[in-house]
């Protein structure tokens, strides 16, 4: 799902998209000529790795992520950005599809242990 940035809507709409077993839903809207707010939530389940085994398994994903979504380069202003993801889109386009794609992948590069090495360390951590 791809809208322009200058169609944006003033007032919040809302969206839903999916992505494997993922859902991404929630508003966008704009906040001034150059900036726009997507307040999202994702869940569902999404696929990770392992770190110290390699297996594959599925964690349950319920976030919510709010974005500030900058027409160019953002330039910070006064306000509180500490709870936004910024996003700075360079072909005028706001593209739910790839917002989703990045935070997704962003999830894959974290670290995850699965239960049998969680159980494993704490055996290990017993044995000292
Ligand atoms: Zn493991």
Do not use: W
């Not at 997507?38 to 869940?43: D, G, H, L, Q, S």
């Not at 976030?63 to 006064?78: A, C, M, Q, R």
């Amino acid at each position: 799902m791809k809208i322009e940035f200058r169609k944006v809507p003033l007032q919040e709409t809302e969206f839903e998209i999916n992505s494997n077993s993922v859902k991404f839903l929630g508003t966008f809207s704009k906040i001034s000529s150059k900036l726009a707010k997507i307040n999202a939530n994702m869940n569902g389940l999404c696929q990770v790795d392992c770190c110290k085994c390699g297996q594959s398994y599925d964690i349950n994903i319920d976030e919510k992520i709010n974005f500030l979504v900058s027409d160019g380069i953002y330039s910070p202003d006064s306000r509180d950005d500490e709870e936004l993801v910024i996003i700075e889109v360079e072909d005028h386009m706001l593209d739910f599809d790839d917002i989703l794609r990045s935070e997704l992948e962003s999830l894959h590069s974290e670290y995850y242990v699965c239960d049998t090495c969680k159980k494993n360390d704490n055996y290990v951590e017993l044995e000292y």
